[in-house]
């Protein structure tokens, strides 16, 4: 009766002999015994070990693979995917408790931090007069040594006026502005662009490789505190979302 269980796919307990299969493989990612870009055993070798047929487990590595998990290389095999490290659109958090509520680590690396004038692009954005005084910061964030972000923001220093006294190392600029300049609301847009050669660098991705590129205006007191352009690596990371009823309303 078992084998006859398995040759059609469906184990005694109700769960698809395929869904034990990538129940399995998944496990064994998790628990760290395959690393991303380490292969996994084939598909023979499967076979053999779950007793089942190719095509039960062909379905499973194809379903891993269309999830992102695996990837498949012609001629060489079958092997654990680059992590894809996810965001929240809806919910304005900082990156660094995304990244520590994966129970993963977060670093920062401040590339810039200035005063300069507006040019008249960003005065029409900040709703100011032109040739306005702003603060400007630039900082990549890391997730377990991996860059996964480049944060390009300013800054309206009559809401934030101590934003370049902060140390950008120890606390995100979101972390600092929530308490400084309390959300009042928020807009934002979402595309894919290619990599410009200083982003590229900064994410150690190959110039003109596709990224998922946040743009957010934030405001707080009735004035637009910040404008933050967010760089992510399209090979590693995405973003994720849920509605509540009425949200859409």
């Known amino acids: 009766m078992e084998a006859q269980q398995q040759t059609t796919g469906q184990?005694?307990?109700?769960?698809?002999?395929?869904q034990r299969i990538k129940d399995f493989l998944t496990a064994q990612i998790a628990a760290g015994h395959w690393?991303?870009?380490?292969?996994i055993p084939s598909e023979q070798a499967l076979v053999r070990q779950f007793g089942?047929?190719?095509m039960t487990v062909n379905r499973a590595v194809r379903e891993l693979t269309a999830e992102a998990v695996l990837t498949r290389r012609q001629g060489s095999g079958t092997f654990v995917a680059p992590a894809k490290y996810q965001a929240t659109l809806l919910e304005?958090?900082?990156?660094?408790?995304?990244?520590?509520?994966?129970?993963h680590v977060h670093r920062s690396s401040l590339q810039?931090?200035?005063?300069?004038?507006?040019?008249?692009?960003l005065a029409k954005q900040f709703e100011l007069p032109p040739d306005q005084v702003l603060f400007h910061s630039i900082i990549v964030h890391y997730e377990n040594g991996v860059p996964i972000q480049v944060e390009d923001r300013w800054v309206n220093p009559r809401v934030a006026p101590d934003y370049l006294a902060q140390d950008f190392t120890r606390l995100t600029p979101n972390e600092y502005l929530v308490q400084?300049?309390?959300l009042q609301g928020a807009s934002y847009s979402l595309e894919a662009l290619a990599a410009p050669r200083d982003i590229a660098d900064m994410l150690a991705m190959e110039a003109r490789q596709p990224c998922l590129v946040?743009?957010?205006?934030?405001?707080?007191?009735?004035q637009v505190a910040s404008l933050v352009t967010m760089w992510h690596p399209g090979h590693r990371y995405q973003f994720a979302g849920s509605f509540a009823a009425g949200m859409l309303a």
């Open 11 to 18: 184990a005694r307990d109700g769960v698809p002999i395929f």
């Open 35 to 39: 690393k991303e870009g380490d292969v």
């Open 52 to 54: 089942v047929s190719r």
């Open 92 to 103: 304005i958090r900082s990156i660094a408790d995304e990244v520590r509520g994966r129970g």
């Open 112 to 121: 810039l931090l200035e005063q300069a004038r507006s040019n008249d692009l």
């Open 180 to 182: 400084a300049a309390p």
């Open 214 to 222: 946040l743009r957010r205006q934030t405001r707080s007191g009735g």
